[in-house]
């Protein structure tokens, strides 16, 4: 790199206050400024990079959020505790189970409610299978934005078959909405739980094949290896966590750490790399996924055992009564219109963290007693990946950018909020 | 009547030429449904082979634009600069041998055999740069000059090796004419091709087919047009007609780049054990060497991730050019011991 380069970098990095550019010198005479988004194909949503070239090498970038900011927080002062649950379906929109889950978890902590063991299993199988698709959204569209194009389609296929079974499961295909306070929605059908082993079943061989075509190729590891460096001290100070924090070699995992749903219960390796580069990222995502599969298998196994169960707590302040039975109970029907029209939260504040596949993710809700909330914040890593941008981004090429946004791995849903 | 033989050769060569440059816009498609199990266009005709042709109406019925403050001239002359020395080169190209069609003689199948054939081929594909570079400067867009920007310094690392590796073959043969090159390999013998001469033939024939791929801007060298990065890169502010002449221009290139990589290596249209081999014959074994290529084209399109474009001229530089120096060295040995 040359000289005028390394001042440039040092100017933008806040080293040096005095920039002098040469407006005669052909090559470095001024800064070229580029917008990577908000209409970009690369971005994943709308993130709008605004970058400033020096040739093809970054200067600074500096990324810039909210256009798609629709005041998710807010809304859920104004709609109420229940009412908001569809909304975190759509915050982090390819997981939304495990948005769902964290939002119960929060409420739960705060209503002190009991959440029946049946309920929990289905929970964690529906979490895994979640961060099983959104790894597979990782790996297709960062694999589309380095060249790979077929990827893209092969971990659509995958995640289509998962689609195809959640909407069996759940009744719905993407925002599922099927974890609810004090439980989840419905029960299992056992010819659903059936085909959704069959697939887990098959999947580790499908992960194979991904990694048969990226893993050992030259190209992949030319673009990944090196690329947005991380060191432990960086994720710190960026707050990073999940899969990026890991990628830098912190064994860091929500579900091993403070376990929620039963984590403690199960059989699984937590995965970390080394480096902290765009190629570990990669592989403790890929592994994820295989452990993933592992511990979905261990819930399907003891749904089969638990069968019968309850998988809604009984508690009719928070939890609606089965719909049959508020047509003969009187009692029930008025739980049923109390809990609808004017739930009402103890007074006080809870935050429970889960281990979602971008990171922690976490609500922190605070009631005053009465049945509007009164302040509802979301945890979300992807706003904290999104941080990561700038400072891995200087100094490299404008190609490096595309390795750096997918291996960080967030969704403008959620960043914006 | 020479004339007239002459207009009928070229009619059917650059149709041929046309003809398969739509079909690989079909091909591209149709193989690429098959690597991402899908299923690929099938609507339009019977399992979709009229789609480049409703590719081509759509192109002329869409609106052209030229950007503001684009230079309108050079914008108009860019796309013109890509199609037109791709389609030139294809004259040199020998497809066939003595032809005879309904009595009528046509002499050898190619619109002209010149001494310096492949210099001219050299040359001409050269010259398609200068559409992209071009295109790229003229359409006043911040994504097409960086585009513009890295298919010239692409196609400087990549010149050079491409000639590097011709020059082996061009020893090999002793001629630059491809008519001769094609004969000299033409024994009936396949292990005469020169892609079977020992250690010399095989690492030119790799150089080679990856070289074309720079040369052609395909995937995994497409820097110049790089969707993620750089939206569409050169052709980003090309619309209609204009963009079609740049899709025609690589598609052409691409094909006459297998063609080139089958005389030089494949022994072009020589037939396997068969010398004499009629025309027909001839030309058949020609296509079937040259789809091979353009096969491998697309196949690697779909398969394989983006180099990132300093390191495409690091492998150009430092690992590409000495290797083809080398090899130019062991075919001059090569030569002088047999």
Known sequence: MTNVTNKVLEYAAGNSSDLELDPDDPLHGELMKINVGPQHPATHGVLRLSVELDGETIVSCDPEVGYLHRGKEKTCESLGWRKFLPHTDRLDYVQPLLNNTAYALSLEALAQIEVPQRAQEIRVLMMEVSRIMAHLIYLGTTAIDLGAVSMFFFTFTEREKAYDLLDAWSGHRMNNSYIRMGGVYADVDEAVAKSIEEWLRAFPAKIDEFEKLLTSNAIWNARNRDVGVLSAEDCFALSLTGPNLRGSGVEWDLRRKMPYSGYETYDFDVPVGSAGDCFDRYLVRIEEMRQSVLIALQALDRLKQSKGGDFLARDRRYVLPPKGRTHESMEELIFQFKVVTDMRLPKGSAYLGVESSKGELGFFIASDGTSDPLRCHVRAPGLMNVQAIPQLAQGRLLSDIMAIIGSLDFVMGEVDR | ?338
């Not at chain 2, 009928?8 to 816009?25: D, E, N």
């Not at chain 2, 002793?174 to 250690?199: K, Y």
């Not at chain 2, 068969?274 to 014959?281: G, R, Y």
Request: glycine fraction near 8%.
């Open chain 2, 1 to 338: 009547m020479t004339f007239l033989i002459l207009l009928i050769k070229a009619s059917l060569i650059y149709g041929g030429l046309l003809v398969t440059a739509a079909v690989m816009t079909l091909a591209e498609r149709k193989i690429s449904a098959r690597i991402q199990l899908r299923i690929g266009p099938n609507r339009v005709g019977p399992g979709g082979v009229l789609q480049p042709l409703a590719d081509g109406v759509k192109f002329i019925l869409k609106e052209e634009i030229t950007p503001d403050g684009a230079n309108k001239g050079i914008f108009r002359l860019a796309p013109i600069m890509a199609a037109v020395p791709a389609m030139l080169t294809v004259a040199v190209i020998p497809f066939a041998g003595e032809t005879v069609i309904f009595g009528l003689d046509f002499g050898l199948l190619s619109l002209t055999d010149l001494d310096i054939g492949l210099l001219f081929v050299l040359a001409l594909s050269g010259l398609s740069v200068y559409g992209v570079i071009l295109g790229g400067w003229a359409s006043n867009s911040k994504y097409s000059l960086l585009g513009g920007l890295r298919a010239s310094a692409q196609m400087v690392s990549y010149e050079l090796s491409l000639i590097m590796t011709a020059l082996t073959v061009v020893a090999l043969s002793g001629s630059m004419d491809l008519r001769e090159i094609v004969e000299v390999q033409n024994t009936g013998n396949p292990l005469a091709w020169n892609c079977f001469t020992p250690v010399i033939g095989q690492v030119g024939l790799i150089l080679f087919v990856i070289a074309t791929f720079a040369e052609t801007n395909r995937h995994p060298f497409d820097f110049a047009e790089c969707e993620p990065e750089l939206v569409g890169g050169f052709h980003t502010e090309y619309s209609s007609m204009k963009f079609a002449l740049f899709f025609l221009g690589e598609y052409c290139a691409m094909t006459v780049m297998a063609c080139l990589t089958t005389v030089l290596f494949l022994g072009g249209y020589s037939v396997p054990f068969w010398e004499d081999a009629p025309w027909m014959v001839e030309l058949a074994t020609f296509m079937a060497k040259t789809s091979f290529f353009l096969f491998l084209f697309i196949w690697v399109r779909w398969t394989l991730p983006r180099f990132r474009y300093d390191q495409l001229m690091n492998l150009g530089w430092k690992v590409f050019l000495p290797i083809a120096l080398a090899n130019l060295l062991l075919a001059g040995a090569f030569i002088s011991l047999t």
